[in-house]
């Protein structure tokens, strides 16, 4: 059988632990036999970071921007516990921390949805998609404890040396005290990027802040959605027949638990870090979430949401048998590869793609499962395998 082509390579970033074994057996079982695969392929497996003093992360991502489209494998984020057991030199940072720097961009996570594994909230028939802002507000907030009578000025300094002073409050005891930030080119960016997601997948753009309270920070982030929407893509959504609505958002998630699904939810940062683990847990399972980083000008990596499952890893290892769930990686390489397809013009390649996440699929629907998914899934005839044997029913199905 002849294989499928492609034009541009896809920058491939290994990574660690169980998600590295299940990467290649990825390739090996699903892919090689049907697609002339090309990647640039950067190990950021954490040895290899080590060695490099983490220059192969910095590395991978400039490529990124260049080609366009990258597929990522998870990595370890080494805390205390890693240096010792890696013997490392530094104690490096988180390598999707550093590429979403590099790129700039928005993370989209989304749920795999699968008959037989019902969301709990029953009537969500379409994935929701969660783009959440990961820069400033109260993850770089600066807080101070006020142990008694005190007043709190807010001030900023020009430059030229013009302030702007305002008290926040006068203490008559102990207390507390916050001061947050963001920035016009960040939220300039986040609304690009999900203007742009939600073209590509053709869905509507929701979004949602708490302006009616925040008149001044909170009414920007709106102020800047709405003037990157008339901008730059009232006519295009128009034209694709998508929406762009913006509501409270204690409306939006009162909304969002009656409404279909079949959109892109875009939050601020605390409220996407806090409804993202509601979506996740809602639709089951951590291994059926996918995740895509999209910069504001249109260069992706897609990668699972899940991280190096070390415990299945360390039981690889002894040597015993695991039944890791590999489909939110899987589920990368498909979206990476049918980017791919898209940009190059390649209908061959962006076949494969839908046929590969529909084998993947009906894999599941035919209760042939990973471990993870046994208690989830309603199938009178359901059988757990382990990862090599479920790649190989959907390397048949295919
Ligand atoms: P994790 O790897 O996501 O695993 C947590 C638990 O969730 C696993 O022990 C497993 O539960 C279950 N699970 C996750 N993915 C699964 C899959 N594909 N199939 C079956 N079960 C799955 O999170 P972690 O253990 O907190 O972190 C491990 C390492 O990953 C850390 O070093 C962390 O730095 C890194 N990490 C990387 C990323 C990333 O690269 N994007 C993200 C998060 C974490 P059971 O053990 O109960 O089966
Ligand atoms: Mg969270």
Same mark, same amino acid.
């Given at each position: 059988?002849?294989?499928?082509?492609?034009?541009?390579?896809?920058?491939?970033?290994?990574?660690?632990?169980?998600?590295?074994?299940?990467?290649?057996?990825?390739?090996?079982?699903?892919?090689?036999?049907?697609?002339?695969?090309?990647?640039?392929?950067?190990?950021?497996?954490?040895?290899?970071?080590?060695?490099?003093?983490?220059?192969?992360?910095?590395?991978?991502?400039?490529?990124?921007?260049?080609?366009?489209?990258?597929?990522?494998?998870?990595?370890?984020?080494?805390?205390?516990?890693?240096?010792?057991?890696?013997?490392?030199?530094?104690?490096?940072?988180?390598?999707?921390?550093?590429?979403?720097?590099?790129?700039?961009?928005?993370?989209?996570?989304?749920?795999?949805?699968?008959?037989?594994?019902?969301?709990?909230?029953?009537?969500?028939?379409?994935?929701?998609?969660?783009?959440?802002?990961?820069?400033?507000?109260?993850?770089?907030?600066?807080?101070?404890?006020?142990?008694?009578?005190? $007043?709190?000025?807010?001030?900023?300094?020009?430059?030229?040396?013009?302030?702007?002073?305002?008290?926040?409050?006068?203490?008559?005891?102990?207390?507390?005290?916050?001061?947050?930030?963001?920035?016009?080119?960040?939220?300039?960016?986040?609304?690009?990027?999900?203007?742009?997601?939600?073209?590509?997948?053709?869905?509507?753009?929701?979004?949602?802040?708490?302006?009616?309270?925040?008149?001044?920070?909170?009414?920007?982030?709106?102020?800047?959605?709405?003037?990157?929407?008339?901008?730059?893509?009232?006519?295009?959504?128009?034209?694709?027949?998508?929406?762009?609505?913006?509501?409270?958002?204690?409306?939006?998630?009162?909304?969002?638990?009656?409404?279909?699904?079949?959109?892109?939810?875009?939050?601020?940062?605390?409220?996407?870090?806090?409804?993202?683990?509601?979506?996740?847990?809602?639709?089951?399972?951590?291994?059926?979430?996918?995740?895509?980083?999209?910069?504001?000008?249109?260069?992706?990596?897609?990668?699972?949401?899940?991280?190096?499952?070390?415990?299945?890893?360390?039981?690889?290892?002894?040597?015993?048998?695991?039944?890791?769930?590999?489909?939110?990686?899987?589920?990368?390489?498909?979206?990476?590869?049918? $980017?791919?397809?898209?940009?190059?013009?390649?209908?061959?390649?962006?076949?494969?793609?839908?046929?590969?996440?529909?084998?993947?699929?009906?894999?599941?629907?035919?209760?042939?499962?990973?471990?993870?998914?046994?208690?989830?899934?309603?199938?009178?005839?359901?059988?757990?395998?382990?990862?090599?044997?479920?790649?190989?029913?959907?390397?048949?199905?295919?």
């Amino acid at each position: 059988m002849s294989r499928i082509e492609m034009k541009t390579p896809i920058v491939e970033m290994d990574g660690d632990e169980m998600t590295r074994i299940i990467w290649k057996e990825i390739k090996d079982i699903v892919i090689l036999p049907f697609v002339d695969l090309k990647t640039e392929y950067f190990d950021l497996g954490l040895p290899n970071r080590d060695k490099t003093e983490d220059k192969v992360t910095i590395d991978a991502a400039n490529r990124t921007k260049e080609l366009g489209v990258a597929v990522k494998c998870a990595t370890i984020t080494p805390n205390a516990q890693r240096m010792t057991e890696y013997d490392l030199h530094s104690m490096w940072k988180s390598p999707n921390g550093t590429i979403r720097a590099i790129l700039d961009g928005t993370v989209f996570r989304s749920p795999i949805l699968v008959n037989g594994i019902k969301p709990f909230v029953s009537c969500w028939e379409k994935p929701i998609t969660i783009a959440r802002h990961a820069y400033g507000d109260v993850y770089r907030n600066t807080e101070f404890l006020v142990d008694g009578p005190a $007043k709190a000025d807010l001030v900023v300094t020009y430059p030229d040396g013009r302030q702007e002073k305002q008290t926040i409050f006068e203490y008559k005891g102990g207390g507390v005290l916050q001061g947050q930030y963001n920035t016009d080119a960040s939220i300039t960016a986040f609304a690009k990027s999900c203007f742009q997601y939600s073209l590509d997948t053709k869905q509507d753009l929701w979004f949602a802040t708490k302006d009616t309270i925040s008149k001044i920070y909170d009414r920007r982030f709106k102020d800047i959605f709405e003037s990157v929407y008339k901008e730059e893509y009232e006519a295009k959504f128009a034209e694709a027949g998508i929406t762009y609505f913006y509501t409270l958002i204690d409306d939006a998630v009162a909304r969002v638990m009656r409404s279909k699904g079949g959109f892109v939810w875009a939050l601020k940062n605390y409220d996407g870090d806090v409804m993202s683990d509601m979506l996740a847990s809602a639709c089951g399972s951590l291994a059926m979430m996918t995740s895509v980083l999209v910069s504001p000008d249109g260069k992706y990596e897609y990668e699972a949401a899940h991280g190096t499952v070390t415990r299945h890893y360390y039981r690889y290892l002894k040597g015993e048998q695991t039944s890791t769930n590999p489909m939110a990686t899987l589920f990368a390489w498909s979206g990476a590869l049918r $980017k791919r397809a898209q940009l190059d013009g390649l209908q061959d390649l962006e076949n494969f793609a839908a046929r590969l996440e529909k084998s993947a699929v009906s894999t599941i629907e035919s209760g042939i499962i990973t471990g993870d998914l046994d208690s989830l899934l309603d199938h009178p005839d359901k059988k757990v395998v382990n990862t090599s044997d479920f790649l190989t029913h959907v390397a048949s199905n295919l």
